[in-house]
């Protein structure tokens, strides 16, 4: 799984242009369960889910985004996917909490996996 910290807009923009399965992680960096949510994300090996796009998305800088995709706690992630046929990002799952390593495995496993 690729992880990417995003530093602007036009950063998640072309993400969406290119990649098909991307996980958006709403955090805050004063949030203690996103922190914990983030070292779990981190000990899953980039081997892993290697399809999969996993974008850290600051609520404070990317409120707009958050509010798009209706973020009322954190952590909360996101799954979604682009249909090759329609170009259009649909969400598949919306996860709020924090995760064990398992359980992220597992929801990430069970969306993208079929």
């Given amino acids: 799984m690729k992880i ?7 950063e998640i923009i072309k993400l969406f242009k290119t990649e098909s399965n991307i996980v958006l ?3 805050a960096d004063w949030c203690g369960p996103c922190k914990s949510l983030g070292a779990t994300i981190d000990s899953i090996g980039k081997d892993t889910f290697s399809d999969v796009t996993l974008i850290k ?24 996917h682009e249909s090759p046929d329609s170009g259009e990002r649909k969400v598949l799952k919306t ?7 398992e359980g992220l495995e597992s929801l990430i496993g069970d969306t993208y996996e079929k």
Avoid: C, H, Q, W
């Avoid at 990417?4 to 036009?10: A, D």
């Avoid at 998305?57 to 799954?79: C, G, H, Q, W």
């Avoid at 996860?95 to 390593?101: D, E, M, R, T």
């Fill in 4 to 10: 990417i910290s995003v530093k602007e807009e036009f």
């Fill in 25 to 27: 992680d709403f955090y």
């Fill in 57 to 80: 998305i600051d609520v404070e800088k990317f409120a707009n985004l958050a509010r798009t995709y209706n973020v009322k706690s954190l952590p909360t992630l996101v799954l979604t």
């Fill in 95 to 101: 996860k709020v909490g924090s995760l064990n390593k």
